[in-house]
């Protein structure tokens, strides 16, 4: 099933680095949570919690590949540069 939509934005944010739900809510606007919660269930983002307590939000390699279908989980590069697999 393909992404789009808010929950699309939100894992291309993402891919830089992890962020904080703050940070997420400022950029997205009260949907945020909503998108979190589908993402979360379909194992395209992860949710852990700081030693501060803040909620931090990260990108798994699963959604890497919903928005790059070139991305290589072996490597973790763009296009696959190491040739894995093709051995």
Not at 26 to 42: C, I, Q, V
């Amino acid at each position: 099933m393909k992404i789009k939509g808010l929950p699309k934005k939100i894992l291309k944010e993402l891919v830089s680095r992890p962020k904080s739900r703050t940070e997420l809510d400022k950029l997205f606007g009260n949907s945020t949570k909503l998108a979190l919660s589908t993402l979360s269930a379909r194992h395209l983002i992860s949710q852990f919690i700081q030693e501060g307590g803040q909620r931090v939000v990260e990108i798994t390699q699963l959604g890497r590949l919903q928005i790059d279908p070139d991305y290589c989980e072996s490597c973790e590069c763009t296009p696959c540069d190491c040739g894995y697999g093709n051995y």
